[in-house]
């Protein structure tokens, strides 16, 4: 039997990185929290984004109003601009499948596949305020339906000029965010 | 403004000798999510069961889930309905992280959705996400983490954080 982990140290070099509580335990913080209220929402935006951290952290349990297939898009400092692609290994419950969008105006991060059943995420935004790199966006989410459901680990990247990250958009590709979805913001140091 | 820090530990639980479950209750309800940290090993290839409940554990058919898995020469994907706990992924004999991520967890108006990513070096990953359809969509105040028939191993390790969100 391989040792088990016993420190920081090691956790670290088996690259949990960010999954890895115990190396984020007090530089994790509370940035905004959008919840939805009863008469739904178009869009959800995040801005004036502090520049004090070194990576974001989105976290969310979304609803959507539409009743099919539908993408989560996240868009950088109201950029419309077909500066986004994604790349992404998703789980159907039958079949592994990977998947690629070309250049789009907006970064898929995360899919509903109904409107009966919660589907959250864990987004990843890293080193946003580089003024030098594009930024890259990693992102473990889903939706489980009792009987259907999908599991995705999504890559995206928005290829602009470099520019630190201000304000994100979240916006669906049919639907609007339904009563109760919650997304929260969190800046990691 | 940032609100301040977060990403607390709850709770850590180290085993000094074989044990088959290990329970987190009383669970406060002040976060906005929960993050459960598994760091060991299991005494035979089984379920990793993970039991949600308020008061107490739900054992009904009330959990679903949905996986993505590598194996080293091949991705697959399946899925589980009507379980009496979330009961993927595998928990190995040797070394392995499994991380279970509880969204919303004390929300009262919704199901409860959960995402989770399992690290074998030695035999595979996965990621999944589960749904457990709580009755009432009662809030989680108690979690277990099951090695189903087996036990994990001395020294595995437990922890349980909280993140509140502004």
Request: proline share 3%; aromatic share 12%; glycine share 10%.
């Amino acid at each position: 039997m391989s040792p088990l982990i016993t420190t920081k140290a090691s956790a670290s070099a088996q690259g949990y990185g960010l999954f890895s509580p115990a190396l984020v335990t007090g530089n994790f913080q509370s940035i905004q929290t959008v919840t939805v209220g009863a008469g739904g929402a178009s869009n959800i935006t995040f801005s004036s984004i502090p520049s004090t951290f070194t990576h974001l952290q989105l976290r969310w349990i979304g609803l959507d109003s539409y009743a099919s297939g539908d993408s989560l898009y996240m868009q950088f400092n109201g950029d419309t601009g077909s500066n986004y692609v994604q790349h992404a290994l998703y789980g159907s419950g039958s079949s592994a499948v990977g998947a690629y969008t070309a250049a789009t105006t907006g970064m898929p991060i995360g899919y509903s596949n109904t409107n009966s059943y919660p589907f959250v995420g864990v987004s990843d935004i890293l080193d946003y305020t580089s003024v030098n790199k594009n930024k890259t966006v990693r992102t473990l989410d889903g939706q489980d339906a009792n009987g259907s459901g999908y599991v995705f680990l999504h890559s995206g990247l928005w290829f602009n000029t470099p520019q630190a990250i201000t304000s994100i958009k979240l916006y669906f590709g049919s639907g609007t965010f339904a009563q109760f979805s919650s997304f929260a913001l969190y800046g990691v140091k | 403004m940032a609100a301040g820090s977060t990403y607390t530990p709850i709770a850590t639980q180290t085993l000094a000798s074989a044990t088959t479950t290990v329970t987190f209750s009383s669970i406060p309800q002040t976060y906005t999510d929960l993050i459960l940290v598994f760091s060991g090993a299991s005494t035979g290839t089984q379920g990793y069961r993970v039991g949600l409940g308020n008061g107490s554990i739900d054992t009904g058919t009330d959990y679903s889930e949905t996986f993505l898995s590598g194996s080293g020469s091949a991705a697959s994907s399946g899925r589980r309905t009507g379980y009496p706990a979330i009961v993927d992924p595998t928990v190995y004999t040797d070394q392995q992280t499994i991380i279970h991520q509880f969204m919303n967890y004390s929300n009262t108006s919704t199901y409860k959705t959960v995402l989770y990513r399992s690290n074998s070096a030695g035999n595979e990953v996965t990621s999944g996400v589960a749904l457990w359809r709580a009755p009432s969509n009662a809030a989680i105040n108690i979690i277990t983490a099951t090695a189903y028939t087996q036990n994990f191993v001395v020294g595995s390790t437990f922890t349980l954080y909280g993140i509140a969100a502004a």
